[in-house]
C-alpha cells in the first residue's frame, strides 16, 4: 500500500536527517521483511543511508533497474547517483566513478514509461546470500502528492534542464584523483566526453577552468598535461591558459619549461610571430609584479570557486578513511549476513594486523553478527576493543552502536557491560532509552533475582552480578 510506503519513507528520511545510518539499515531490512514496496522516494534515501555506512554493493544492487528509468523522472534520482558516486570515490574507484558519469545521460532518450508497475526483487544485501532479503522495488512510481519531500543536496551531481552535471566538487575529486595515480590522459578524456555530451557547459570553458585550477593549486605540469591533450583533440582554447601557465613557469623559475610553451604557442599560432621571446619574458614578469602574491596558490590565475573546491579535497584527502577499510567492512559484513562469524572474525583481526583501525560500522556490523546468533560473550571483547579504541581517540561511537550494545547485553544478561555502556552514554551525553531498556528487561529477565537478597548469593559473582541487577533495576525506575 501506498500509505506504508510514505511511513518509511517518513523514518528512513528522519534516519539520514539525523545521521542515524545504523538505524537506517533496521528500518531498510524491516521494510524488507514486510514486503512493502519501495517508490522513487524510497530508493534515494536508501542509496543516502548506505552512502553513510560506505555499503557500496548494496547501492549497486538497485543500479541496474534506476538506468532504466525513462528521461521524465531523471531529476528525482539526482541523490542516488550521488551516492553511489560519492562511494566510487570513497572506495578510490576512479574509473567506476568516470563510468558512472559517461552513462548517466547514455542511451535514456529512448526509452519509455512502464505501466505495468510490477514491483522487482532486489536483494538488501550481497546477492550470493542464501536466504537473504529481497526488497520489492518500483523505481517508476513517485507520488508528487506526498507529505514530505526527502532532503536533497547537489553535493557531486546536479540537475540542469532534465540532465546531469558534475559539481566542481565531483571535478575536484576527478581532478585530485587521477593526478594522483598518474593517468592524466584519462582525466583528459574524460573531460573531452563530457564537454561533449554537456553543449550547455560552453564552448570550451570547463577545460579553461580545469587548467586553470591546476595552475591554481601548484601544478603547472599538470596543466600543461592537460593542455597538449585538449589541443591534439582540436580543442581551441583560450589564450588566457596558456598566458596564466607562462606566468606560472616564471613564477616558479622554471624557465625551460616557459621558453618550450613559448615556442608551443607560436606553433600553434596563439602568439603572432612578430613577438619575440624577450618581449613576452617582460610583459609576464610584469603582469606577475604587479599580482598579490598566495604562499598557497599561483597568482597566475584567479581563485575560482574549482580551485577553492580542489584546495578543500586535497585536505580531506589526507586525513580520509583508507579505502581498504570499506573493502573489508564489506567482507565483515557479507560474513555476518552468511553467519560466517569465524570469517568475519578472522577479516576483523587481519584488519588490525594491517594496523587498520576500526570504524564504528566495523563494530557495528560484528555486533549484530554476534548478536543474530546469540554470541553475546563475543560481544563483550568486542566492547573492551571499542573502549581502548576511544581512549585513544580513534573511535568515536554514536548512540545507535551504544543501543545496540546495551540490548545485547541486556538479552545476554550482562548486566555489568550494560551499566558500563549506560555509563558511557551519561558521560558522552548520549540519550538512553529507559522505556526501551527496560521493556527488554522486563521481556526477559522480568523476575530475576527479585526476592534474592545478597546476603543469599551463592557466590562472590552471583553476589556482584545481583548488585548490577539492581542497579538497572533502578535506573530504568523498574518496580
Known amino acids: ?77 539526482q541523490s542516488f ?6 562511494l566510487h570515490f570513497k572506495f578510490t574507484d576512479i574509473s567506476a566513478a568516470a563510468e558512472l558519469v559517461l552513462d548517466l545521460d547514455r542511451h535514456r ?23 537473504g532479503l529481497k526488497m520489492r522495488i518500483l523505481p517508476e512510481q513517485l507520488d508528487i502528492d506526498r507529505p514530505f519531500e526527502a532532503e536533497r543536496k547537489e553535493d557531486l551531481v546536479a540537475v540542469r534542464n532534465g540532465k546531469f552535471n558534475l559539481t566542481n566538487k565531483a571535478l575536484a575529486k576527478f581532478i585530485y584523483g587521477y593526478r594522483r595515480i598518474g593517468r592524466i590522459g584519462e582525466l583528459s578524456k574524460l573531460l573531452l566526453s563530457i564537454q561533449e555530451q554537456n553543449a550547455s557547459l560552453g564552448r ?113 584527502e589526507e586525513k580520509s578513511t583508507p579505502c581498504v577499510l570499506y573493502e573489508l567492512n ?25 594496523e587498520i583501525q576500526p570504524n564504528e560500522q566495523t563494530f557495528a556490523i560484528l555486533v549484530r553478527g554476534y548478536s543474530s546468533l546469540h554470541m553475546y560473550r563475543d560481544i563483550t571483547i568486542l566492547w573492551g576493543d571499542m573502549k581502548r579504541s576511544v581512549t585513544r581517540d580513534n573511535l568515536v561511537i554514536s548512540r545507535d552502536l551504544c543501543e545496540s550494545l546495551v540490548l545485547s547485553f541486556i538479552q545476554g544478561g550482562y548486566f555489568e ?24 528487561f522486563l521481556k526477559l529477565h522480568k523476575n530475576l533475582y527479585r526476592n534474592l537478597s545478597a546476603s543469599e548469593a551463592r557466590t562472590e559473582a552471583q553476589r556482584k552480578r545481583l548488585e548490577h541487577v539492581r542497579e538497572f533495576r533502578k535506573w530504568a525506575r523498574i518496580d
Open 1 to 77: 500500500m501506498k500509505s506504508d510506503t510514505i511511513i518509511f519513507n517518513l523514518v528512513l528520511d528522519a534516519c539520514v536527517r539525523f545521521g542515524l545510518a545504523l538505524k537506517g539499515q533496521d528500518i531498510i531490512e524491516f521494510m524488507a521483511q514486510s514486503g512493502v514496496v519501495a517508490d522513487a522516494h524510497s530508493i534515494n534515501i536508501i542509496a543516502q543511508i548506505y552512502a553513510m555506512s560506505g555499503q557500496r554493493d548494496e547501492i549497486k544492487n538497485y543500479k541496474g533497474y534506476v538506468d532504466r528509468i525513462p528521461v521524465a523522472l531523471v531529476p528525482h534520482y
Open 81 to 86: 547517483y550521488d551516492s553511489l558516486l560519492s
Open 109 to 131: 532518450e529512448a526509452l519509455p514509461l512502464n505501466d505495468e508497475q510490477r514491483p522487482h526483487l532486489v536483494s538488501v544485501g550481497s546477492p550470493n546470500l542464501k536466504n
Open 204 to 316: 570550451y570553458h570547463l577545460f579553461l577552468c580545469v587548467i586553470n585550477a591546476c595552475i591554481g593549486v601548484g601544478w603547472p605540469e599538470t596543466a600543461h598535461d592537460l593542455l597538449d591533450d585538449f589541443e591534439f583533440a582540436g580543442a581551441a582554447i583560450d589564450s588566457s591558459a596558456h598566458i596564466a601557465l607562462l606566468e606560472a613557469y616564471y613564477e616558479r623559475g622554471m624557465l625551460k619549461e616557459a621558453n618550450g610553451l613559448v615556442k608551443q604557442m607560436k606553433k600553434s599560432g596563439v602568439l603572432s610571430s612578430c613577438f619575440d621571446k624577450t618581449t613576452i619574458f617582460t610583459s609576464v614578469l610584469e603582469k606577475a609584479a604587479t599580482s598579490e602574491r598566495s604562499s598557497n596558490v599561483s597568482f597566475a590565475v584567479e581563485y575560482s570557486d574549482l580551485t577553492k573546491m580542489l584546495v578543500q579535497t586535497m585536505e580531506e
Open 330 to 354: 564489506t567482507s565483515i559484513y557479507f560474513f555476518c549476513k552468511a553467519k560466517m562469524m569465524e570469517d568475519a572474525l578472522k577479516t576483523y583481526r587481519r584488519m588490525q594486523e594491517m
Open 417 to 440: 557491560r550494560v551499566m558500563e555502556v549506560i555509563g558511557f552514554m551519561m558521560d558522552h551525553k548520549l540519550f538512553a532509552d529507559k522505556g526501551m531498556y527496560g521493556y527488554e
